[in-house]
């Protein structure tokens, strides 16, 4: 089992601002995959890094996969109340195992 | 396309009483199938996960155990509930481990 570590637990900021949350490891991944989930419901997908130094960009959303691929990080430019919510990251191969998860709010 | 019911949203059950969570996928075979609870603000424990039918693996002992009686069936149960088994209960499938996971709308279940 490889633990995935995420911080900060917790994040509350206002509109407009931006953040990054991580997701760290001491494993290899092959890939990496990062949800966000809304109160009540279940995770959905956000993103799956693959290569070493990836960047992929989802709108205000920029996610990276670190070069040793043992971790992630996940930027948010002018966040929106809309961005609230649990972001969790999986690593694979790892059985679908979570990390605890960042809690985001963001207040109008 | 593929789907994932899950059911009851919500239940509400006393100690020592049973527990049966059903979980079903549409649309693909041999999914890999899981279970997870998650407390209040906090993240994704896996509890049990299965590779195809009649396997099993489970993550943590306690008062739980799953079963998967069909390809695309999977149950989730007690004997006996215990007030520290309230929470909120998901399924999830994957094509793979190592693929996206797709989830149930979950389970809320408290223990009174």
């Known amino acids: 089992t490889q633990l995935l570590e995420q911080s900060p637990q917790f994040l509350s900021i206002q509109e407009g601002e931006n953040l990054t949350v991580y997701c760290n490891s001491s494993?290899?991944?092959?890939?990496l995959q990062w949800y966000r989930q809304e109160p009540g419901e279940g995770p959905v997908l956000l993103v799956t890094?693959?290569?070493?130094?990836e960047v992929k960009k989802l709108k205000r959303l920029t996610f990276q996969f670190g070069d040793a691929r043992k971790d992630s990080s996940l930027h948010i430019t002018a966040a929106q109340p809309g961005d609230t919510g649990l972001y969790l990251c999986?690593?694979?191969?790892?059985?679908?195992?979570f990390g605890a998860g960042t809690r985001l709010t963001v207040k109008p | 396309s593929q789907t994932i019911h899950q059911w009851p949203a919500t239940l509400v059950q006393p100690v020592g009483s049973p527990l049966s969570l059903e979980c079903t996928v549409e649309?693909?075979?041999?999914?890999?199938l899981y279970w997870y609870r998650q407390a209040a603000g906090r993240g994704l424990q896996l509890l049990f996960y299965?590779?195809?039918?009649?396997?099993i693996s489970s993550e943590v002992p306690q008062n739980l155990s799953a079963s998967r009686p069909q390809d695309r069936q999977f149950i989730l149960s007690s004997k006996k509930l215990l007030l520290s088994d309230s929470g909120f209960y998901l399924c999830?499938?994957?094509?793979?481990?190592?693929?996206?996971?797709?989830f149930g709308q979950g389970t809320r279940l408290t223990v009174v």
């Open positions: 649309g693909t075979s041999n999914p890999n």
């Open positions: 299965s590779v195809g039918i009649g396997q």
């Open positions: 890094v693959v290569t070493g130094g």
């Open positions: 494993s290899v991944f092959s890939s």
């Open positions: 999830a499938w994957s094509v793979t481990t190592n693929t996206e996971a797709f």
């Open positions: 999986a690593g694979a191969p790892n059985d679908m195992r």
